[in-house]
């Protein structure tokens, strides 16, 4: 049974850092696409930035050059940088986890930006 579990979240000031972490377990192997979308109250949610297999990256325009997503497969676990927050990245942040097919979702971890 595949489980992720975030964590990293918090309360930040404007202009602060955040990583957010996304721990995987019971996935089958190392190659598996992965990403990071958040949702903030009464909006829909966003993806903010994806990994391929490949290691090819993408990111939102609106988190470009603040955001950065990355994996150490040695722990299991994908991360997202956050530098430069806004309160506009104010939401829940959602690990998800796609491999041979099968989606896999965290629990979501709150980032709140504010004075």
């Known amino acids: 049974q595949v489980q992720l579990v975030e964590s990293g979240g918090g309360l930040v000031r404007p202009g602060g850092s955040l990583r957010l972490s996304c721990v995987h377990s019971g996935l089958r192997k190392d190659t598996y696409f992965a990403e990071w979308s958040r949702q903030a109250p009464g909006k829909q949610r966003e993806e903010v930035a994806e990994i391929h297999s490949y290691d090819g990256k993408q990111y939102a325009d609106s988190v470009k050059g603040r955001f950065t997503i990355s994996r150490d497969n040695a722990k299991n676990t994908v991360y997202l940088q956050m530098t430069s927050l806004k309160p506009e990245d104010t939401a829940v942040y959602y690990c998800?986890?796609?491999?041979?097919?099968?989606?896999?979702w965290g629990q979501g971890t709150q980032v709140t930006v504010s004075p």
């Open positions: 998800h986890i796609r491999q041979n097919g099968q989606d896999y």
